[in-house]
C-alpha cells in the first residue's frame, strides 16, 4: 500500500503475520490513512488477499458492481466470506462466498478505504472501468431460540 516514509510495512508485515483482526483494526487506524480510499500497488495485491482472507474469516460481504454499460447492481448481498484472492498468473481477483464464486478479471486498480473502526471496503476497478465495491461486515448475532 502507499505508505509515508514506510509506515506501511508495519500493516503489511502484521497482515502476514496473521494477528488477530482487533490488532490488525488498531495497526490499520495507527497507520494514519486518510479517512478515504488508498491505492493498493500491485506489487502487493497476493499477499494483502492471502492475509485478509484469514483475518476476514467468518465476516460476511456484499457486492456491488457498478458498469456503465450494466448500470448499479448488487452481486451477492452480504453472504458469508469464505475467501478472497489475487491470482497473477490469470490476473484476477476471485472471492468466494457461500453460493457465489465471483471473479474480477484484469483489475487494473485496486483502493482500499479504511475508517476509524478498520477495513471499510475495497473497490476493484477493471481495465474496462468496471467498479466492484466489496464492504464487509460481522454476521448478525441473533438470540438463541428458547
Known amino acids: 500500500m502507499e505508505n509515508r516514509q ?8 502484521t497482515l502476514r503475520a496473521g494477528r488477530e483482526t482487533k ?6 487506524r495507527q497507520w494514519r490513512f486518510p479517512m478515504s480510499a488508498s491505492t493498493l500497488p500491485k506489487s502487493e495485491w497476493s499477499g494483502f488477499f492471502a492475509t485478509l482472507s484469514r483475518t476476514l474469516e467468518g465476516k460476511q460481504a456484499e457486492i456491488e458492481v457498478l ?3 450494466l448500470g448499479d447492481q448488487v452481486e451477492a448481498e452480504w453472504l458469508p466470506l469464505l475467501g478472497i484472492a489475487y491470482d497473477p498468473k490469470n490476473d484476477l481477483v476471485e472471492m468466494a462466498l457461500q ?9 487494473k486498480d485496486i483502493y482500499v478505504d479504511v475508517g476509524p473502526a478498520g477495513l471499510l471496503m475495497i473497490e476493484v476497478v477493471s481495465a474496462d472501468q468496471t467498479r466492484e465495491i ?3 461486515r460481522d454476521p448478525l448475532m441473533l438470540p438463541a431460540p428458547h
Open 6 to 13: 514506510g509506515e506501511g510495512r508495519d500493516l503489511l508485515t
Open 23 to 28: 490488532e490488525l483494526l488498531f495497526v490499520i
Open 67 to 69: 458498469s456503465l454499460d
Open 99 to 107: 453460493d457465489v464464486d465471483h471473479m474480477i478479471p484484469k483489475p
Open 134 to 136: 466489496i464492504k464487509f
